[in-house]
């Protein structure tokens, strides 16, 4: 009887520290396509903080909503949903394309890597980003602004199914950006896309290898069928 094939990771933190040192979220889209999962990449307009910035985990889908009134007790969902963070996780955060929510900050920001998370993906503004970028915790946006959330927007619900930059994100599912944006892998097929983007980089690398040696693009694709 055949044996499974031994993964090149034994837990999530291997994992996501393969794919931060290995892969890049342009030929994991190319996986997805392959997979038939051609609507997994969040709106151009969700970037990083930092060109450099790598983020990978596991979701834990926030949506907030615009408020017009100040509450009596204000962020209660909102610390309860990054109190809920746990190790691996990325807290990844719908505002439905509001420009008045300040979402997240500095403080939120320590509060999530205390707990191990290993980053955040906003649909929405940020605000305190120098001190941000100086404790080095990766963000995504689609903005900045210096107002605070409360009165702006409240978090309704947390770790369950919402829509962010287009794409159904669940919790639990991988989270993957850099510099060419985000990527969301379902669980249902984390494996196999992780495995054929493992198998594709290698494949890069022979085609560049050969480009350099002086083939031709047509010869180096004939060869191994990647651009």
Same mark, same amino acid.
């Given at each position: 009887?055949? #044996?499974?094939?031994?993964?090149?990771?034994? &837990?999530?933190?291997?994992?996501?520290?393969? !794919? %931060?040192?290995?892969?890049?979220?342009?030929?994991? %889209?190319?996986?997805?396509?392959?997979?038939?999962?051609?609507?997994?990449?969040?709106?151009?307009?969700?970037?990083? +903080?930092?060109?450099?910035?790598?983020?990978?985990?596991?979701?834990?889908?926030? +949506?907030?909503?615009?408020?017009?009134?100040?509450?009596?007790?204000?962020?209660?969902?909102?610390?309860?949903?990054?109190? @809920?963070?746990?190790? &691996?996780? /990325? +807290?990844?955060? %719908? #505002?439905?394309? @509001? #420009?008045?929510?300040?979402?997240? $900050?500095?403080?939120? @920001?320590?509060?999530?890597?205390?707990? $191990?998370?290993?980053?955040?993906?906003?649909?929405?503004?940020?605000?305190?980003?120098?001190?941000? !970028?100086? !404790?080095?915790?990766?963000?995504? #946006?689609?903005?900045?602004?210096?107002? *605070?959330?409360?009165?702006? $927007?409240?978090?309704?619900?947390? &770790?369950?199914?919402?829509?962010?930059?287009?794409?159904?994100? &669940?919790?639990?599912?991988?989270?993957?950006?850099?510099?060419?944006?985000?990527?969301?892998?379902?669980?249902?097929?984390?494996?196999? /896309?992780?495995?054929?983007?493992?198998?594709?980089?290698?494949?890069?690398?022979?085609?560049? *290898?050969?480009?350099?040696?002086?083939?031709? +693009?047509?010869? /180096?694709?004939?060869?191994?069928?990647?651009?």
């Amino acid at each position: 009887m055949e #044996t499974e094939e031994k993964r090149e990771w034994e &837990n999530d933190t291997e994992l996501f520290d393969i !794919m %931060s040192e290995e892969l890049y979220v342009a030929v994991v %889209s190319d996986a997805l396509d392959a997979h038939g999962y051609r609507n997994q990449a969040l709106c151009h307009k969700i970037r990083p +903080l930092l060109p450099t910035t790598v983020v990978v985990g596991r979701a834990l889908p926030v +949506l907030c909503l615009e408020t017009f009134e100040i509450p009596e007790h204000p962020y209660q969902e909102e610390i309860a949903a990054v109190d @809920s963070l746990k190790q &691996n996780d /990325v +807290l990844i955060c %719908s #505002t439905n394309g @509001s #420009t008045r929510i300040c979402f997240w $900050g500095e403080l939120l @920001s320590t509060a999530a890597r205390v707990r $191990g998370a290993r980053g955040a993906i906003i649909e929405g503004f940020i605000r305190d980003v120098r001190a941000i !970028m100086d !404790m080095g915790f990766p963000i995504f #946006t689609t903005g900045i602004s210096p107002v *605070d959330s409360n009165g702006r $927007g409240e978090v309704v619900a947390y &770790n369950v199914p919402i829509e962010c930059g287009g794409v159904t994100v &669940n919790p639990g599912d991988i989270v993957f950006g850099d510099a060419d944006g985000v990527v969301i892998i379902p669980q249902s097929v984390e494996n196999q /896309v992780i495995e054929a983007a493992l198998e594709k980089v290698k494949g890069e690398n022979r085609t560049r *290898d050969s480009l350099l040696d002086g083939a031709t +693009l047509r010869q /180096v694709y004939d060869e191994f069928g990647i651009l």
